[in-house]
Every structure is written in structure tokens, then in C-alpha cells.
């Protein structure tokens, strides 16, 4: 119980971050890791391994072909396990998901729990960075944890 407190505490304060994705989206989250808007003043550091991290970013459309990665991926993530999905693509397949396309899933969270979803085409930084403080309100409030949030 007490170790569980901890680590709450422990990463509330400083977030390891790992992400994946495609797409363009990408640009707008290198300007959130980047020194335009630079997400370590609050706290969130970006991990190179899933196992030391807190939080999964997934961004860009996600292929059918691609989600036996994404499932193993988010199984490496440390507990509590916390994932955001970043864009329209990764919330809801935006754009590329139709009856058509059956390759694109229709949202990262019909394979696995997302915490919290910025949507947009793509999301402002500032929503991103939104997006990521309710990440650590849920990691601050357990009661919480397994709650959606749309920002
Ligand atoms: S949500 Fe929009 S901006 Fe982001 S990857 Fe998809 S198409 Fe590109």
C-alpha cells in the first residue's frame, strides 16, 4: 500500500513518457518534447524503454497489422499503465477509418484502455500539454484511474 502511494507520488511528479506513432501528428508532439513548448518544465521526461515508463502517447492512424505491436507495447508499460491517445486517427481512426477501409481501426481503445483522449486534426499543442496534465491528475487521484477523460 504504501509502495503503491509512493509510486502515485513518484511519478505524479516526474512523468517518464514513451511514444509511438505516425503520421502528422508527429509534428505537433516534437513541439511538445521539443524547446518550442518543452514538456520537462512540467515534469514530463521521455523514456527510451516501455518498462520505465508511466505513460504510453500513441499517435497516428493504427493498422490492423500493426496492433499486435501496439497490445505487446502497452503490456511493457509500467502499472498503472496510463495511455493517451493523441489526434483524430488514434482516438477514432479519423480520417483514414471507413466501412471501406477495414486496415484502420476505429480508435486505439478497442484494443487497449486509453485514460485520456485529446482529439483534433491535428490537436494544438496546448491541447496536448492539456491532455498530458490530466494524465498526472489521474495518476494523483487513484480514485480516478479507469475514468475517461475527452478533452
Ligand atoms: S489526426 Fe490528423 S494530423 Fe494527426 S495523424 Fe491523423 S490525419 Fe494526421
Not at 20 to 40: A, K, L, P, R
Request: charged share 20%; hydrophobic share 40%; proline share 6%.
Amino acid at each position: 500500500m504504501l509502495n503503491s502511494k509512493l509510486f502515485r507520488l513518484t511519478a505524479s511528479k516526474a512523468t517518464k513518457v514513451y511514444f509511438t506513432g505516425s503520421g502528422c501528428c508527429t509534428d505537433e508532439w516534437i513541439q511538445c518534447v521539443g524547446s518550442s513548448y518543452d514538456i520537462g518544465r512540467l515534469g514530463f521526461s521521455i523514456s527510451e524503454t516501455p518498462e520505465e515508463s508511466d505513460l504510453l502517447v500513441i499517435y497516428g492512424a493504427v493498422t490492423r497489422a500493426e496492433l499486435p505491436h501496439l497490445v505487446a507495447l502497452y503490456n511493457r508499460i509500467c502499472r498503472p499503465k496510463m495511455v493517451l491517445a493523441l489526434g483524430a486517427c488514434a482516438c477514432s481512426g479519423g480520417i483514414f477509418h471507413s466501412a471501406k477501409n477495414k486496415t484502420v481501426i476505429a480508435g486505439i481503445d478497442q484494443e487497449i484502455p486509453v485514460d485520456v483522449f485529446v482529439p483534433g486534426c491535428p490537436p494544438r499543442p496546448e491541447a496536448i500539454i492539456e491532455g498530458l496534465l490530466k494524465v498526472r491528475l489521474l495518476l494523483t487521484e487513484p480514485r480516478m484511474h479507469g475514468s475517461r477523460i475527452d478533452q
